[in-house]
């Protein structure tokens, strides 16, 4: 049974920055995607980044450049690194992973930024 743990969240003034962690437990293969998702109120959750293995990474647009997606497959744990954080990147970001065309995710973890 895999479990996905997020934490990292809170609140932060625009620019500055927030590491988020994702720590799975159950039976996980660093070839098993992972990433972030967020969900903003009233929109549709969305793709933030992926990463498979420890080194094949994908991003939204809208975060290229300011956010970084990392992976410790030793320890089961995958980390967003967001940095010049703005009042759009305020959300509900969940944890997902894909082992194996089964798709799990975290309990959610919010953050909110304020102009």
């Known amino acids: 049974q895999v479990q996905l743990v997020e934490s990292g969240g809170g609140l932060v003034q625009a620019g500055g920055s927030l590491r988020l962690s994702c720590a799975a437990s159950g039976s996980i293969f660093s070839r098993n995607p992972m990433g972030w998702y967020r969900q903003a109120p009233g929109k549709q959750r969305e793709l933030v980044a992926t990463i498979i293995g420890g080194s094949i990474t994908n991003y939204a647009d809208s975060v290229k450049g300011r956010f970084t997606i990392s992976r410790d497959n030793a320890k089961n744990t995958v980390y967003l690194q967001m940095n010049s954080l703005k009042p759009e990147d305020t959300a509900v970001y969940y944890c997902?992973?894909?082992?194996?065309?089964?798709?799990?995710w975290g309990q959610g973890t919010q953050v909110t930024v304020s102009s």
């Open positions: 997902n992973l894909d082992r194996f065309g089964v798709n799990y």
